[in-house]
């Protein structure tokens, strides 16, 4: 690895400026490559985009850095000469989270002062907001990504433009798939923050330590291992959003940690001497009752009160009915895309059943159920036979569509494992039984039991990852 | 039993992508811990669901590669492949790394 070089810009002004952190201050990805290619330097947005470190990346190729398909479908560099203009195009980059993000790159030559030239200055714009926004114009009844025409949504719709507004913090709440990332995604962009970063954390994935680190950063030699400093997750969102879901899930001493934050806006790297301030405003999401967990002393009360002070409860699907056929005439239509595939409609029979199910996984059951569909029917319409044998298994009691949320709530239990309700199980259990009886039922057979629950072969090993069930 | 290893190549280093690779290395791991009987193979496409049905016809135990999405990742791991991505350098050395025990995924293993 080589050093990283801090030079300075001499000339502008009446004393020397330091050209790194002049750089950081350019909210779009900047890199400066040697003549072989090779990056000498580039800039925290960058940093963010890539999720790299300059420190580490300093004398690599910058096809390594940036991971773009251009880069090994020709790379435009070696046709740039001294005199070449701009070369604008659009390309994907693969991030260190392994996320295909749309770029705009662009390249130019860096020349010195007596015309040689020296190095490429690139520049690399996120359009992810651009491509979204594009494809979300034609699309009536939604709100960024998220989809409902119910009033519920309605009123979430009004709403949420004008809380975006402010930098207050938001708590969101609601069952597992209703849409708290998206609906924290949308509150981003719709912010003046939305062209800074957006930075999610999922507080319940990492030990306490390494959130810890990951969260707030560490100098270098902090602790053992520690081989580099490390900037934190609040210190890549300044000026932006720092999405913590799974709030219900961070350690005690975080929570007071970001107790801390929220009242003064400071970090503290662990390890470090100083502490630096941070722009971010805090999304937080759980689908546990916090409420419950102050009174079991697991989460912090004061830290409850202070997220706690705009606070968006997305209903679950079974309490706007009225969405369900918008959402699966959706998900139908842009799976038949992907898939290349000519599906037209739902049958009416495979219709009736998809109407009267409840969801107990709500839009992400949905649209997994959709997905499956897609993927079995060779049709131009989705029948009955081509819905996740699991619709079928369970008896359905719920004939008439004007039931009551109660009865349509009693209803669900005959999705789930036996008497699960009647056990009054929260729905991590539930949905751990669920997996175990499909597991079960497709005698170990990961692709069979996630086929019967109507999810991808990737969610049902996430969900058993989430709830240590080894098969 | 031997392992047997996979790596994305392009030219005479990692490929930066898993996805757009044209060329795989396949060895095996002996029982030594170094990789023998290696043999690269052209792929008519550069294709992600190409490279993981090769993983799956060749048994491959370990892949060794830079950039790769999160659901060829998940997918592979799933199946109990062991990945070290992010890696960065020269097969020689990403492959001498790896026989001593020392590779591990966001590792830059490349001469200046």
Sequence with gaps: ?471 | MPKKILIPLYKDSLAPRFDLATEVLIGLVGESHNVEEKRVVVLPEASPEEVCNLIFTEGIDVVICCAIEKEYYDYLVWKKIQVFDSVVGSVDRVLRAFEKGELSSGDIIMDY
């Design chain 1, 1 to 471: 690895m080589n050093q990283i070089r801090l030079p300075q810009i001499t000339g502008l002004s009446k004393t020397s400026i330091s050209f790194l952190p002049f750089l950081d201050k350019i909210p779009v990805g900047i890199c400066i490559l040697s003549l072989d290619c090779r990056v000498v330097l580039f800039n925290q947005a960058m940093e963010i985009l890539t999720g790299f470190s300059r420190e580490k990346f300093c004398g690599v190729p910058c096809c390594y850095l940036l991971r773009s398909n251009i880069c090994v479908q020709g790379c435009p560099l070696p046709s740039i000469k001294p005199d070449s203009g701009p070369t604008s195009f659009e390309a994907n980059i693969i991030n260190r989270d392994r996320e295909k993000i749309p770029v705009r790159i662009t390249l130019e030559p860096i020349v010195d002062i007596s015309g040689k030239h020296t190095g490429f200055l690139e520049v690399v714009e996120d359009i992810r907001l651009l491509k979204e926004a594009n494809t979300e114009l034609s699309r009536a009844y939604s709100f960024g990504k998220i989809i409902g025409k119910s009033p519920q949504m309605e009123r979430l719709y009004r709403i949420v433009p004008m809380i975006a507004q402010t930098d207050s913090p938001i708590l969101i709440t609601g069952e597992t798939g209703t849409g708290k990332d998206l609906l924290a995604e949308v509150i981003h962009r719709e912010s003046r923050r939305a062209k800074g970063p957006f930075i999610k954390v999922n507080c319940g994935a990492l030990p306490e330590n390494l959130l810890e680190t990951e969260l707030f950063g560490h100098k270098k030699g902090a602790f053992t291992g520690a081989i580099e400093s490390r900037q934190g997750r609040f210190h890549l969102a300044h000026n932006g959003t720092l999405y913590l879901t799974e709030i219900g899930d961070l350690p005690l001493p975080l929570q007071v940690k970001l107790l801390t934050f929220l009242d003064d806006k400071i970090i503290h790297p662990l390890g470090d001497s100083k502490s630096y301030h941070v722009d971010v405003r805090i999304v937080a999401a759980t689908h546990r009752n916090l409420e419950q967990m102050v009174r079991e002393k697991r989460f912090r009360e004061d830290l409850l009160f202070r997220l706690n002070v705009v606070r968006l409860e997305l209903p679950p699907l079974r309490e706007r009915k009225d969405d369900v056929r918008l959402l699966l005439d959706h998900f139908l239509a842009r799976f038949a895309s992907q898939f290349k595939k000519r599906i037209r409609k739902f049958s009416d029979e495979a219709l009736r059943v998809l109407l009267r199910y409840p969801y107990p996984g709500n839009v992400r059951e949905l649209k997994n159920i959709v997905e499956y569909s897609v993927n079995i029917c060779t049709e131009d319409i989705i029948q009955e036979w081509h819905l996740p044998a699991y619709l079928f298994s369970a008896k359905t009691d719920f004939t008439d569509d004007r039931l009551n949320d109660r009865e349509q709530l009693d209803s669900v239990d005959s999705f789930l494992p036996a008497g699960a309700l009647k056990e009054n199980l929260d729905w991590e259990t539930m949905e751990k039984k669920m997996i175990i009886d499909a597991l079960l039922k497709a005698k170990g057979k990961k692709g069979k039991a996630a086929a019967f629950l109507g999810w991808g072969r990737s969610t049902l090993w996430r969900k058993m990852k989430q709830y240590g069930i080894s098969s």
